[in-house]
């Protein structure tokens, strides 16, 4: 038995990727974000953690991302040429797994996270 619950986020930011030939030229998105937490049982309050929790636990983590400082892309603060939506994706999964600080993180862990570059076009990225 396996519960799911996530919560979303949105930041803006301008990035660009060197080796394309047409979004090496700079240029901006609203991005939105799902962090998808999972357990194998509830806590005492049955719940996986409060949604509440969850989400300024992922808002503390995108809004570094959120329009960087003034002349500064996401390229530049995350220090990566080739910024994709995939490579968003695993590095705000990186900064969840890596900051996961619940009183019960032997219980609650990172399933996934997804973020969307546009309504139709996303990336999510999950370790199996």
Same mark, same amino acid.
């Given at each position: 038995m396996v519960y799911l619950v996530s919560v979303k986020g949105r930041f803006s930011a301008a990035h660009r990727i060197e080796s394309h030939p047409k979004c090496k030229v700079l240029h901006g998105h609203n991005w939105d974000v799902e962090a998808v937490f999972e357990a194998n049982e509830l806590n005492h309050m049955n719940m996986v953690a409060g949604f509440k929790t969850l989400k300024t636990w992922l808002l503390t983590i995108i809004e570094k991302l959120d329009h960087p400082v003034e002349d500064e892309t996401l390229n530049d603060l995350l220090r990566e040429d080739n910024l994709t939506a995939e490579f968003? $994706?695993?590095?705000?999964? *990186?900064? !969840? =797994?890596? *900051?996961?600080?619940? $009183? *019960?993180? *032997?219980?609650?862990? !990172? =399933?996934e996270v997804t973020i969307w570059e546009t309504p139709d076009n996303k990336a999510t990225y999950r370790e199996e």
């Open positions: 968003l $994706a695993e590095y705000i999964y *990186d900064q !969840i =797994k890596s *900051d996961l600080n619940f $009183a *019960d993180t *032997d219980r609650v862990r !990172i =399933k």
